[in-house]
């Protein structure tokens, strides 16, 4: 009879730790601020985040990284966040039309932009040298579904005003979900070409060429932050916004190959000048995709620019 | 004499036959075993033995791998703690509307994830489940509970099916003697049905936690991936391949290899089956 009562207890007491196992483990560490961001700005944001915490003792970011196209409906449900960096404008505009967003300036609210650029396989076997050479029959073209990603609508946008949709369209061999899919593709020379924000090319120097495009085909994007309408604790909010908008900030971005100085755009989002502005972006990643791939270079700031980071990063791994 | 030739070449005709069909199935066994091996001996030849030790020397990577084992640990004691009852019941007991309910039971395992992880993010802004959080003083959504949540969302239902079978595959005659020989029901259930049924609760464990442990899509959309915080290996996995980093996704992919290895063997140390089936 003992031993059955003690049995019971001891049921009793592994009870009781699970559930203390499981009060411990919901346990909240300090209050954070809770970032929605695009998956592609991690590495930004991270170091930003960094600076900020250093800046703000007790404090702490928590992002929420996600493709882009799922935070409509998390944000939707939930209801929950305090900051907001979609991979492009359109996302945050769907949101503020929603009334999620607390406050949004298109003018000075952006935080850096992406620039579109070609990318191949390592070599560039196909000899691709500008965005018409996609057309060429038999070529293996990447393209990204405009539905799911923001590239896609950008590709779509690119073709169109060079002319040659419909044959670039007969050439693709994917329609890609997500960004890094068709890096990805291109690493492993499953493609022969395809276009993509820089900010993608530079993830993977070492496997890939990148070829900037003609200014008047050149891609401007925005890439937006805003405070939401949830905002917790929006005094914390703001100068965490205020840190990603400021020179500090910015030059974490540009150091990821994001375009902070890119000169005007026309009304479709496209380069409106000779190129001048982002001629120098251009440079360093072509520059940062033959230093990566030759040991023999010194990686200095007279040889990759702005682009040193990324470039020791990749040279330490074979992938 | 040509009779017997015949009957001879008959015998040896369907004794080819029978190697021949021995053959093909167990050619086809040995292809799926080394497509097996060589999937892990492949990718790590590809990923080589310095990019390994690299991504193997960072932080993130073992706080990933220790979120991992202790999330899908605490979200497998809680499937076992509501699908052995649940189990048990389903197994003895006469279900009113017994198809609805196995149904309604087994909805999670038919839906995608994906969904789970939106019904979930409804479920928490809701009644009871808003101000339960809210008295707890515990934030789910976008947080660490949300993984353990999200976890035993989706592996609950198969839970409570693979420990109904452990549990039909006791005789319930065994608990009639135990009742018979004066042995109150939780006495039975301690003592006879939970001891019989030990190697297939056993090995559901380990399905339990190595599908908690591969769980992410409903985590993508219920918490989202928080650096040092919620991101499981599976998330890792995205977020690396995502960010480019393709060594960092196939160390953290060849880590969930030797964690699903190394859960079968501790069972089968246990004294489990050490097999899924």
Known sequence: ?319 | MVGSTSVLSLSQKSQIKQIAWHGLFGGIGALLLLAAVSLVVVNALFLGWSDFWHYLGRPRTWSSLWITIWTAALATAISLAIGIPAGYALSRRRVPLSGLAHTLIDLPVMVPPAAVGIFLLGVFKSFPAAELSTWLGLQVHHAVPGVVVAQVAVTLAFGIRLIKASFDAVSPRYEAVSRSLGASLPRTFFSVSLPLARNGILASVIVIWARAAAEWEALMLFVGGIQGRTDTLPFAVYLDWNGGILGWSLTNSLFCVVIALGSMYAVRRLGGRGHVY
């Open chain 1, 1 to 319: 009879m003992g031993s059955r009562r003690e049995r019971g207890g001891r049921h009793l007491l592994r009870a009781s730790l699970c559930g203390l196992l499981v009060v411990a483990a919901c346990r909240q560490g300090p209050p954070a601020l809770l970032f929605h961001a695009g998956a592609g700005q991690r590495s930004s944001l991270d170091e930003i985040a960094a600076v900020f915490t250093a800046q703000h003792p007790g404090a702490r970011v928590d992002f929420s990284y996600k493709g882009s196209g799922y935070f409509i409906a998390d944000i939707a449900a939930s209801r929950m966040g305090d900051l907001y960096m979609p991979g492009e404008e359109y996302y945050l505009l769907q949101a503020a039309s929603k009334g999620f967003i607390a406050d949004y300036d298109p003018r000075t609210d952006i935080a850096a932009h992406f620039i579109t650029v070609i990318v191949t396989p390592r070599g560039n076997p196909k000899n691709i040298v500008r965005i018409e050479d996609f057309a060429r029959p038999g070529l293996r073209v990447g393209l990204a579904d405009p539905e799911a990603a923001a590239i896609g609508l950008w590709q779509e946008k690119t073709f169109i005003r060079a002319g040659i949709w419909d044959q670039v369209k007969k050439n693709a061999t994917m329609f890609a979900k997500c960004i890094p899919e068709l890096g990805n593709a291109v690493q492993l020379g499953a493609v022969d070409a395809t276009v993509v924000w820089a900010t993608t090319a530079v993830l993977y120097l070492k496997d890939i060429e990148i070829i900037p495009i003609e200014p008047r085909l050149r891609g401007l994007i925005r890439l937006p932050v805003a405070l939401l309408a949830f905002c917790k604790r929006p005094e914390l909010a703001r100068q965490l916004k205020a840190l990603i908008l400021s020179d500090q900030g910015r030059a974490i971005f540009h150091s990821h190959a994001y375009g902070i100085e890119v000169g005007p755009a026309d009304a479709d989002g496209f380069c409106a000048d000779d190129g001048s502005a982002t001629a120098l972006d251009m440079k360093w990643l072509v520059e940062a995709a033959r230093v990566a791939k030759d040991p023999t270079i010194p990686v200095t700031p007279e040889t990759v620019g702005h682009l040193v980071g990324e470039v020791n990063r990749q040279r330490l791994t074979r992938w």
